[in-house]
């Protein structure tokens, strides 16, 4: 029997995305009679377009890079219709919803053509809510997106939902009864990565506390508020505290003021990356070297019901986490004794707050990191998603 080709593709995400290449693409190369190649944004230095492994099974392309708002946007769409007619998968996994309308394109031009679509946002409520757009422009955006998303669910071999929450609120996955699958951002240690069986020790008061903020940098998930919070611990604790941010931001100004509190603030902030996607090593590293992760989202109906990825990461690795009272995130944190509950709307308070955790000597992870954070669970229901399981 040939082996399957399967094609992951997205236009933004770049082709080593943690979700699409980490975890879609490292379980499916599990079985040896399975080929993968990787479609997305930029390549990582070392790599080039069809760059491959050392077996010769997983094949990495480049298929946008620039600006999201540029003409290059439209050339991707060009370079995935042609992928698509050069590889001629026997699946492909649509990680975007603007590679649908080709996807549906090319299913319908021959036969035995199956694709699976991987819903990793409810894109629709986000372009309604969080006013990227001027409100008639996001609602045309968002009634068509749900049109060719309603299509696609019909025609799909199956959905995948990133999150549990979306289950209730996309009324599209009734045209795909038992055909859907929840695969959340759980984590996907890297080859030989050894996780931690205990928490990790924190300083003393006379020492540094090492805070990290990773993720997307913007103003909904937080940011803002997770470098208040730095300043206030690092003027309160005699060892001071230290952030380190380590993420892409998508917003400008946001970007200038974020490099220019860094550069007036050295001693207790850091800015990583910021202009570009932070290398997932890397991010994975400022993890190993924090003692406190930040959750430091702002209240929105586009995140309040999601389980972040970052949670997940933080989880595994035994990284104590703050988080805002949020019911379905505190409930994990208590559930594991994973951290603290803070308001971060109030810096002063929740520093506060942790300073008097620490002084009481909590014990962070009684258990252990939770193997339920791992990825090997959510590997399970894609294979059988799949039907090669």
Not at 256 to 285: D, F, I, K, N
């Amino acid at each position: 029997m040939p082996p399957l080709t399967v094609l992951l593709a997205s236009v933004l995400k770049p082709v080593d995305e943690p979700r699409m290449a980490g975890k879609f693409a490292a379980t499916l190369l599990e079985r040896p009679d399975v080929l993968v190649h990787v479609a997305g944004q930029g390549l990582r230095a070392g790599r080039g377009p069809g760059a491959a492994d050392a077996a010769g099974r997983l094949h990495a392309h480049a298929i946008f890079q620039g600006s999201r708002l540029g003409l290059s946007r439209l050339g991707a769409q060009l370079r995935y219709w042609q992928l698509l007619r050069r590889l001629r998968p026997g699946l492909v996994v649509v990680h975007a919803p603007e590679l649908l309308p080709l996807t549906l394109l090319w299913q319908a031009r021959g036969p035995g053509r199956r694709f699976i679509y991987d819903i990793q946002e409810n894109f629709a409520l986000n372009i309604r809510t969080q006013r990227v757009y001027p409100p008639w422009v996001g609602r045309v955006l968002a009634g068509a997106l749900r049109r060719i998303e309603t299509l696609a669910a019909g025609r799909a071999a199956g959905l995948v939902l990133a999150e549990a929450s979306y289950a209730g609120e996309l009324p599209f996955l009734s045209r795909a009864p038992g055909r859907v699958a929840v695969l959340e951002n759980k984590y996907q240690p890297a080859l030989g990565e050894a996780l931690p069986h205990a928490a990790r020790p924190l300083p003393g008061p006379h020492e540094p506390l090492r805070l990290l903020f990773s993720g997307t940098l913007s103003e909904l998930n937080g940011v803002r508020e997770a470098v208040a919070l730095a300043g206030a611990l690092h003027a309160a604790r005699p060892g001071g505290a230290h952030l380190t941010i380590v993420g892409f931001c998508q917003q400008p100004a946001l970007l200038q003021e974020l490099t220019a509190l860094a550069a007036a603030h050295p001693a207790w902030l850091a800015l990583e990356s910021g202009a570009r996607p932070a290398p997932y090593a890397a991010v994975v590293a400022a993890i190993g070297r924090a003692h406190l992760g930040l959750l430091a989202y702002r209240p929105h109906p586009s995140s309040e019901r999601c389980q972040p990825t970052k949670l997940f990461e933080y989880l595994a690795h035994g990284l104590p986490l703050l988080v805002p009272p949020n019911p379905l995130w505190s409930a994990a944190v208590r559930a594991h004794g994973a951290g603290l509950v803070v308001d971060f709307a109030d810096p002063a308070a929740a520093a506060a707050a942790v300073l008097g955790a620490l002084a009481a000597g909590p014990a962070f992870y009684p258990q252990g990191p939770p193997a339920s954070a791992l990825w090997a669970s959510e590997a399970k229901k894609l294979w059988a998603l799949l039907h090669l399981s």
